[in-house]
């Protein structure tokens, strides 16, 4: 058992996906080998710049050997009445490669047939490997593959070498068009020629020999001990990084040999809002920003990563300073020159800005937008006017020079001039919150004012999309409806606002005046967004037959399903939840099969034949009442403790009446009282479904 080393070296990498490619080719190399049944002890990656690669330590040298038997014709259909084999036989025997006489027979306790058995002797490594690894590239992730020189071979960046190690030998094979070898490059530029790698077990500390550091994870953390260093050294304790982990992670793909440098920037740039100094910062050049650790104000300062060791990190510095002085000269003269036109001037600018073909401008959508807003304000009463106001500005900032040069302060860069103009109440934090969450775990709005922004704009999207036939299909989603819809139902689940969905889809339709070609918007829309959280509260560890014993009941209130989920969660851990669950299919299946209608909507208790109906009977109609009301405040927790004290009656109900007595009013009667039971159940849930 040797170890296995494959290591695909290229031009530059893109760095946002770098560990994402790395992670992927593991895996793909991992699961092929067990696939394969060829044992190892462990593999880990390693992800630079120029460079993807994949370590397996302890790989076993060869699959082990295995007896293939393969099963014919039944005797008797191989061979007629004077032994000689049959069309059939011969046909077998074939597609086996061999003559009808080699032929074994199969007995077993069914009978007798004719077959096959060979010993098949397990293949070597480097046998397999090579084709291993072009399907594990293959299947990488990579969503535009590039082509080099006049060769039709593709990648995500033009290969140089291919490494194939296994032990101290070189696995023959070509990958990517290329023969694999043992030799590859260290850095860029403190490193000139070619490396060769004896074996696997020396790749990673040959290359940091030659100022690489091939492990990504060991990178990383060297990057961030490398920031809080440079911090202290220059700025001392008083400092910190704000280190963003995606940008961090980006960096990492950046560099094989960082070293971190603390540059600074004019204090009187600390006048333009610091979103936008960050933004400068951190999306345009990849620093780091700084902050004072008490009060989190930012500082003049910032921190750059580079790939090289210098002599003169003062000149580096310099230049770093020198590209981000006109980056946030930039910002400045925006921020100043858009403060002269106050937002509300710029609504009429909005005609001239296409929302999307066949939706109209986003005059247009902030319109529609405003119809939803003051409608949702009303029943969560909300102070119309400003409800009116925020919906009006909300999209007024996307004409400014400043999200202009800067696209990811829109809303940021709304709420500072809305702040700047004092605007009343929670109008300028809501300008900044209708575009909240922006990604997978970002945080929803605060105030309920945003919550409506948030929600309105996503609907006119959501609305507008289906409505043009515009439906996402597979993994492609250009109009970002998935997470729209998502957004849609954690804005309501977190904030705790029971509203009604399909009003609210069905206002949004409205608001576009019967203009959207696609009569079924309102359902398809509907169904989208709810579709959306079982995958979510599968994230959240809720089971899936608690999710579905809830979304059973149709229910269109995402924060109601939520209390409903959580209460029938809670229950699901209960010992009585088991006998109830059980009882509760029985009852539907009962009551499903029954197609007669039951005459009668009461109980008739001169009916009942024994104490055990009139127990069950009494506490059926003693919970009735009080059940409903605790349905109508949500106190769907209760509402399941009470009922769980039903599973002794319950029980012993089904264990001595019979529910289908051969008389009719007896039959009937016995039917309506499981069907009064089963609505008790159904204030919160199907529970028939819970597993």
């Keep these: 058992m040797r170890d296995f080393l494959v290591e695909i070296h290229t031009e530059e990498l893109p760095p946002k996906t770098l560990k994402r490619l790395a992670t992927h080719f593991l895996h793909e190399i991992e699961t092929r080998l067990n696939q394969a049944e060829l044992r190892f002890e462990s593999a880990q990656f390693f992800a630079t710049p120029r460079r993807l690669a994949v370590l397996v330590k302890k790989l076993t040298e060869k699959q082990a050997d295995s007896i293939i038997e393969r099963k014919g014709p039944a005797k008797g259909a191989a061979y007629d009445k004077e032994g000689k084999p049959t069309p059939a036989c011969m046909g077998f025997a074939k597609s086996c490669g061999i003559d009808p006489s080699a032929l074994i027979t199969i007995k077993s306790a069914q009978g007798e047939w004719v077959g096959f058995k060979q010993a098949v002797k397990g293949k070597t490594v ?171 104000a930012l500082l003049p300062n910032f921190i750059a990563l580079i790939n090289i060791k210098t002599k003169s990190p003062s000149h580096v510095i310099h230049g770093n300073e020198r590209v981000l002085r006109a980056r946030l000269s930039d910002a400045a003269f925006f921020y100043e020159t858009d403060k002269k036109t ?113 929600i309105a704009d996503r609907l006119d999207t959501l609305v507008g999309a289906f409505g043009i036939n515009q439906i996402p299909t597979g993994d492609k989603d250009p109009l970002g409806l998935r997470r729209a819809a998502l957004g849609v139902l954690r804005i309501l689940i977190e904030n705790k606002l029971d509203l009604d969905l399909q009003t609210l889809v069905e206002h949004a339709y409205s608001a576009y005046d019967n203009t959207l070609k696609n009569k079924e918007t309102i359902s398809q829309v509907l169904n989208f967004i709810l579709e959306r959280l079982k995958p979510w509260y599968q994230e959240q560890m809720i089971s899936a037959d608690v999710f579905a014993s809830v979304a059973a009941l149709h229910i269109t209130k995402p924060y109601d399903m939520h209390r409903r989920i959580l209460a029938v969660q809670t229950f699901k851990n209960r010992p009585e939840a088991i006998a109830l669950s059980v009882a509760n299919k029985r009852v539907s299946n009962i ?36 059940i409903s009301s605790l349905s109508e405040n949500g106190d769907y927790p209760e509402i399941l403790t009470r009922l769980a004290g039903l599973r002794e009656p319950v029980d012993q109900y089904f264990d001595k009446i019979l529910v289908m007595a051969d008389d009719k009013s007896l039959r009937e009667n016995r039917l309506l009282m499981l069907k009064q039971l089963r609505g008790l159940f159904l204030h919160v849930a199907d529970i028939a479904l819970l597993q």
Excluded at 162 to 191: E, N, P, W
Excluded at 426 to 440: C, G, N, T, V, W
Excluded at 598 to 608: A, D, E, K, Q, Y
Aim: charged share 25%.
């Design 126 to 296: 480097r046998e397999l490997l090579p084709a291993m690894v072009n399907d594990a590239l293959a299947s990488l992730p990579i969503a535009k593959r590039m082509r080099w020189n006049d060769g039709t071979i593709e990648f995500v960046r033009p290969v140089h070498s291919v490494m194939m190690l296994y032990g101290d030998k070189v696995i023959s094979g070509t990958v990517l068009g290329l023969a694999a070898d043992r030799k590859t490059h260290g850095h860029r530029f403190l490193s000139k020629a070619w490396i060769s790698i004896p074996s696997p077990s020396t790749y990673e500390e040959i290359l940091e020999n030659q100022f690489v550091i091939a492990d990504f994870e060991r990178r990383k953390t060297l990057i961030r001990h490398e920031i809080d260093v440079a911090v202290q050294n220059t700025l001392g304790e008083h400092a910190s990084a704000v280190v963003d982990e995606t940008l961090l992670d980006e960096v990492t793909g950046l560099v094989e040999w960082p070293v971190a440098l603390c540059g600074s920037f004019d204090k009187d740039f600390l006048s333009v809002p610091p979103e936008a100094l960050i933004s400068a910062m951190q999306d345009h050049q990849r620093y780091f920003p700084i902050v004072d650790k008490k009060t989190r």
């Design 342 to 454: 106050k937002l509300s001037e710029r609504i009429p600018l909005l005609k001239n800005i296409v929302f999307q073909a066949g939706l109209g401008t986003l005059l247009d959508k902030s319109e529609r937008i405003k119809k939803q807003t003051c409608f949702m304000a009303k029943a969560l009463d909300i102070n119309k006017t400003q409800a009116e106001l925020a919906a009006t500005l909300a999209k007024t900032d996307l004409t400014t020079q400043l999200v202009g040069e800067f696209p990811e302060l829109q809303g940021i860069a709304g709420y500072r001039y809305a702040l700047c103009e004092n605007q009343p109440g929670d109008i300028p934090i809501a300008l900044k919150e209708q575009y909240h969450p922006r990604f997978s775990g970002d945080v929803v709005p605060s105030t309920k004012l945003g919550c409506i922004l948030a």
């Design 591 to 626: 009551l499903s099969k029954y197609e007669e209608n039951i005459s009668s909507s009461t109980l008739n208790s001169s009916l009942f034949e024994n104490d055990i109906e009139k127990t069950l009977a009494a506490q059926i109609a003693n919970m009735h009442d009080s």
